[in-house]
């Protein structure tokens, strides 16, 4: 009996001396089991189906490739907007983009917004973070930032990368490690071109094959097979000092190519991305889910495998069961904006919305009177080589991305590159509807009023750092009649006429539809101080306005 004890007695303390050796001080100073390391690596401007695990027969992808083959691959993963800032703030906060005030590009979130760094740390982690950021201002990321000051959006720079490494063996700690690569965003100047015929490529079919286009083409692939290599070099230095054996490793593509109808859309080749969860032991090899899911979802997950509790406020929650195949379902929704207002060469104004439910997606052009801009139709010369096409299919390609109707329907799953648009099909009539009114209960939630949303967008950028205020430089003085309407804030009013005519508020006059030979738009944009303003002028009756703070409705006097 004595032996028996003492062997237990010897069992214990070995057990204790083992637990011992697996905790690591916290954030607060006191021993926490150590967890899961977590990797997040992030492509930048990469359609997913341009990887060869998500059917790309033309893309030399081996390294993510496998990691698909050794762990679970999302097919319906979606982002909440499809530009780089947005969806970063999206990702690491997890809220939806207007919700943090960080929906246009180049932007901030709102001071006292929490992210990772505020979640994990506290739990035992350290936060790091290496490449490109686009993300602001440093007290919502306070992350553990390994390469220069951020100044220039870079890749990760990988003796940096291993020094931090060294530093987390030395210390026996967990980490939780973001890699943000800028392959393959244009210009597409990097990776070896002649490792593909430029005559065989195969292009999407919403792209004009014209020479130019081949040649970009053959450089975003060549630039994608070199984003595969970084991704190698990184899982070669996670083996080097075995932390592959328990880290929780996460590859995106972000959104989708700045090519037309990818990057900068709401269709599912731009708010569509790859997402691949690797996981050695835990997830099952070679595995793939339809399951709905989000970029929200993502920072909810990290936290699940952290230990933490569920936060209440985050837009997303854990993909733990869909990834343990506990349940193959996960989101009824998706939902998407774009804001064209900040980006390079970008319309004044172009407000996009789009819901999916994983079959169908509904997208609203909320100014398709407006002709849709950005660099490509502005500045690439393969776009020029659409428009001058003698072929009638490659110009109506040119002018179908930049003229859209306002309501668009597509079936993502028997038409994944939203080619047929159903929206003018009186069979999804009801269809239509239903989606619409669950859009509107997003937008709502966010606190996202369409238009009045999109012109305030230049206060949310990197130009002016906010809080909950919008400051506005207003155009008009106090009315000097009586008011006959009620401005609830200072902001931008749209006032809407589908009859020509013209209007007058406060004594400057606004013009709508044709008059002689001119068109004008069919709404006005009007700066208002809180309070009463005059109105005047033909066809009242028929007005329609929207304001920062409510939908567009009739106008009542």
Known sequence: MKLIKGILVKILFFSVVCLMGQRTPSAQGQPVTKRPNILFI????????????????????????????????FNNCYQASPMCSPTRHNLLTG?????????????YAKLGTKSVVHYLKPLGYRVAFSGKRHILPKEVFPFEYLDGDGRKERDPEFDKVEGFFQKIEKGNESFCLFMNFTSPHSPWNKGDVDLFNIDSITLPPYLADLPETRKKFRSYLAEINYLDGQVNQTMN????????????????????????????????????????VNWPDKIKKGVESDALVEFSDILPTMIDVAGGSPV???????????????????????????????????????????????????????TPEIKFKNTVTELDSYFSEWRKSANPIHRKLAWDYQYRPPVELYNDIEDPYNLNNLANNKVHANLILCMKD??????????DFGLSTEFTAKEHTRKKMHTDRVDIQLEFSASQKE??????????????????GAIKIDGKRFVFGQQGEKNYSKYAVVALKEGKHYIEGVELETLEWSGPNFYRRKLKL
Not at 237 to 245: G, H
Not at 247 to 272: D, H, M, R
Not at 337 to 357: C, F, K, M, N, V
Not at 486 to 499: H, I, K, L, R
Request: hydrophobic share 30%; net charge negative.
């Open 438 to 447: 669950k859009l509107n209960d997003w937008m709502d939630y966010c606190g």
């Open 95 to 107: 809220m939806y983009p207007v919700r943090t005030g960080a929906y246009p590009n180049h932007t």
């Open 237 to 276: 230095l996670l083996k080097k000092y075995s932390f592959d054996k328990d880290t929780f490793i996460i590859f995106c593509t972000e959104q989708g190519n700045s090519f037309p109808f990818a990057k900068w859309t709401l269709y599912n080749a731009g708010v569509g991305s790859g997402l691949i």
């Open 483 to 500: 008011g006959n309407i009620v401005a609830n804030s200072d902001g931008y009013y749209f006032f809407y006429s589908n009859f020509p």
């Open 42 to 73: 992030m492509a930048d401007d990469l359609t997913r189906w341009d990887v060869g695990c998500y059917g790309s027969r033309d893309s030399k992808t081996p390294t993510i490739d496998s990691l698909a083959s050794t762990g679970m691959k």
């Open 312 to 366: 209440g406020g985050l837009d997303g929650t854990s993909l733990l069961p869909v990834l343990f195949q506990e349940k193959n379902e996960h989101k009824d929704y998706t939902y998407s904006l774009q804001t064209t207002r900040t980006i390079y060469s970008g319309a004044e104004y172009y407000p996009i919305r789009a819901i999916s439910d994983g079959e169908y997606r509904l997208i609203l052009n909320l």
